[in-house]
């Protein structure tokens, strides 16, 4: 018998005793933990799928009891008809430009001030940072008014500019990234200043490149906070060329109040990017989550 096919038999062997050293509670204690996670995430599936379903029906049948969860006549028509209703292709264009652009500028102002409350020594560097994330407990209705009156003094309401501007910077994706870079050892940033590299360097070429998970976890949350937002456009874009999705499908609802059918359609063709951003970045999104919590 070859090496191999012995090393093969003895790790078979080990599964087989480890198989049998669990007990027989500990097993049953898993199936069912396993089956209530499946169950709850079917639930929390489950308004998600009758959306699916709905935006394939009629408005008439949309509200029927017992629910048909595969019509038998998909109507795959009404994701045609959102489009020409409304200007959704537009929409779509002005969320997508929000959401990227606002993304990006967190990303960069987030990570950069975090390197610097957490690689850089300056004096009143805690009670700076402190009390720069105690901003996030004070209510968005408290700075709302103000926010509006700075943005019509600098005559950026109804501009795109003015969404920019505030989502630009972010109290939590500061903290989130600083959590991620108090993991990365200090004795790396000391080598390469000793070799001559700048603070912006060292972040650009070093701090940048390790933090990729929690990078992917502030992206994904800031971008879908950006993509759902329907307050801030409400407030500050007046004007039909400058309306997001969400504005839109509110503007959809007002004017196609009865017809459900298209309605869930329009919801459905919103959360598309929002999953596909999720399916391209969830393999960094826990792990950014547990590094970030790992030291205070």
């Not at 599964?15 to 069912?32: D, F, H, M, N, Y």
């Not at 489009?83 to 779509?92: A, H, P, Q, T, V």
């Not at 989130?176 to 070799?195: G, K, T």
């Not at 399916?279 to 970030?292: D, K």
């Amino acid at each position: 018998m070859s090496q191999a096919a012995q090393s093969a038999m003895e790790q078979t062997t080990l599964v087989q005793t480890r198989k049998r050293a669990v007990p027989r509670s500990e097993r049953i204690g898993r199936l069912l933990l396993y089956a209530l996670l499946i169950l709850s995430s079917l639930w929390m599936l489950l308004p998600f799928l009758w959306m699916l379903s709905s935006s394939l029906k009629t408005s008439v049948t949309v509200f029927e009891f017992p629910i048909r969860w595969i019509p038998p006549e998909p109507r795959w028509s009404n994701y045609v008809e959102i489009w020409r209703k409304i200007d959704f292709g537009l929409y779509y264009f002005n969320t997508i430009k929000l959401t990227v652009i606002i993304t990006l500028a967190q990303l960069f102002t987030c990570s950069l001030a975090a390197y610097a409350f957490a690689k850089i020594d300056f004096p009143e560097r805690n009670v700076l940072f402190l009390g720069y994330i105690a901003t996030m407990i004070v209510p968005f209705q408290v700075v709302m008014i103000p926010q509006f009156i700075l943005m019509r003094h600098l005559g950026l309401v109804n501009t795109h500019a003015a969404l920019i501007l505030l989502q630009a910077f972010s109290p939590f994706g500061v903290f989130l990234m600083r959590q991620y870079y108090l993991n990365i050892p200090n004795d790396l940033l000391e080598a390469a200043r000793i070799d001559g590299l700048s603070e912006f360097g060292i972040y650009w070429k070093i701090m940048l490149p390790l933090s990729k998970p929690a990078l992917s976890t502030l992206a994904i949350l800031t971008f879908v906070f950006v993509w759902n937002d329907f307050l801030g456009p409400l407030i500050y874009l007046h004007s039909a060329r400058l309306r997001t999705i969400q504005l839109g499908i509110r503007m959809f609802i007002s004017q196609y109040s009865a017809d459900y059918a298209l309605i869930m359609a329009a919801s459905v063709c919103s959360l598309i990017p929002v999953v596909i951003i999720f399916l391209l970045a969830q393999r960094y999104f826990v792990e950014g989550i547990s590094f970030s919590g790992l030291k205070g």
